[in-house]
């Protein structure tokens, strides 16, 4: 027998996408259904599992109470204390960008050797 593949045109093409994506949601809709029965054993079980100290499943019904914590992306690839190197010229003068001014919270007599802090700009 020859083996060579068949060649579907495209309206079948698209047909048998249609049908595809319908037999799909079916199925996402049977399985929800399953779930939803089932919801509160679920979830029992689930808090079960996080009291015996499953680090997982406290993170999971935490985040599905609260919400999930804000998470800090670092321009630099991930140290927040590295300052940003560089900054386009036509963006400081856009959104009016100076350069930070530092001056001591107050003076080193009042509080010994070194400053606590720094303020960038004055209150």
């Known amino acids: 027998m020859d083996a ?17 994506k319908w037999e ?7 399985v929800n259904q399953v779930i939803l029965s089932r ?3 679920l979830a029992e079980k689930l808090i079960e599992i996080a009291m015996d100290g499953n680090p997982n499943a406290i993170n999971s019904l935490l985040d599905r109470a609260f919400g999930k914590a804000r998470q800090n992306i670092g321009l630099d690839g991930g140290a927040e204390d590295k300052p940003i190197v ?37 209150l």
């Open 4 to 20: 060579t593949p068949i060649v579907m045109k495209k309206s079948s093409l698209k047909n048998h996408e249609r049908y595809l």
């Open 86 to 122: 560089f900054m386009p010229a036509q963006l400081m003068a856009k959104y009016a960008i100076k350069s930070g001014t530092y001056k001591e919270l107050h003076p080193p007599e009042e509080i010994g050797d070194e400053p606590v802090g720094m303020l960038r700009e004055e």
């Open 39 to 41: 919801a509160v054993p």
């Open 24 to 30: 799909k949601a079916k199925v996402d809709k049977a």
